[in-house]
């Protein structure tokens, strides 16, 4: 059985399709979109840091630890997750989960499942998926377990100019938890004006 996880939120890109700034910090509902994550992932996991650039005081409401991504020039999702990792590692656990903080309704049995997925498949890593049309399924790489074990492999990644989460993922073996996507999809995330207006609309008919 693996042990509980600790858990990091991703919130360090740089929101270009939202003209820039944090999305986390915009709200649905009268709340922001990054405590609704926070809300959905702090029960299950062990700790909760976040990973974010720039001044970390914009977040000091929230009482989380803010990590920077190690590797410069925002390569991407992978940055966030090493720098969970390495958090982690100094926190002496074997297992970080991400999220994405701008993804407000995910799983609220989403680590358990993850867990479970990453234990039956014998993979060291697990990432969620949704059902495609077709009979195969959309993997969400962002939303995953990761063994700590493996940052010094994907630092070493990163700074080789490796950029694709699935790229890495794929070479170490990946096992999938599988969410339904109806009535939504829940793992929908805010990019655009619209897609904030859209996520306004789900919450207010109450699928948050």
Known sequence: MLREPLGVILAGGKATRMGGGDKGLLEIGGVSLLERVIGRIGPQVGGLA???????GRFAAFGLPVLADGIAGYPGPLAGV????????????DHLVSVAADTPFFPEDLVPRLLLAAETAGKPIALAATPRPDGGEWRHPTFG????????????ALEGGLRKVVHWTDR?????????????????????????????????????
């Open 82 to 93: 090493l720098a969970g990792l390495d958090w982690a590692a100094a926190q002496g656990a």
């Open 172 to 208: 170490h073996g990946t096992a999938t938890a599988r969410f339904p996507a109806q009535p939504y999809d829940p793992f929908f995330n805010v990019n655009t004006p619209e897609d904030l207006e859209t996520a306004r609309a789900m919450a207010a008919g109450e699928v948050a």
């Open 50 to 56: 976040l990973n974010a650039n720039g001044d970390p």
């Open 145 to 156: 377990l990761w063994p700590v074990a493996l940052r010094h492999d994907l630092r070493e």
